[in-house]
């Protein structure tokens, strides 16, 4: 049985940082593209961040460039989202997402099939 679980999450104030944690029983764990999405109360599943199987490329949305880092160990199975300078606005769950094996998933949920079950993020002023 497939599984994701994400860890990490938490009460932060502004300014400050988490790293957040995907356990996955993906196997093999390197042909999965991986990423991390978030959703906010009342809003749509956002993309956040994704990363190749190898790790070389990654690719980050506007809202957390230069601030959040993805990043991956195929020998634990697990990918990681590092946050900092965090803001109120990246309040959210934060999911963890992979498409089917091989496949490079896009920015859009509908690419993803496996799913976490999300941890809170909550950045206060």
């Known amino acids: 049985q497939v599984q994701l679980v994400e860890s990490g999450g938490g009460l932060v104030q502004a300014g400050g940082s988490l790293r957040l944690s995907c356990a996955a029983s993906?196997?093999?764990?390197?042909?999965?593209?991986m990423a991390w999405f978030r959703q906010a109360p009342g809003k749509e599943r956002d993309f956040v961040a994704s990363?190749?199987?190898?790790?070389?490329?990654?690719e980050y949305s506007d809202s957390v460039k230069g601030r959040f880092t993805i990043s991956r160990d195929n020998a634990k199975n697990t990918a990681y989202l590092q946050m900092n300078d965090l803001e109120p606005e990246d309040t959210a769950v934060y999911y963890c997402?992979?498409?089917?094996?091989?496949?490079?998933?896009?920015?859009?949920?509908?690419?993803?099939?496996?799913w976490g079950q999300g941890t809170q993020v909550t950045v206060s002023s």
């Open positions: 993906l196997f093999p764990f390197n042909t999965y593209h």
């Open positions: 997402a992979a498409p089917p094996s091989i496949v490079r998933g896009g920015v859009t949920a509908a690419d993803y099939r496996y």
């Open positions: 990363i190749t199987r190898t790790g070389i490329s990654t």
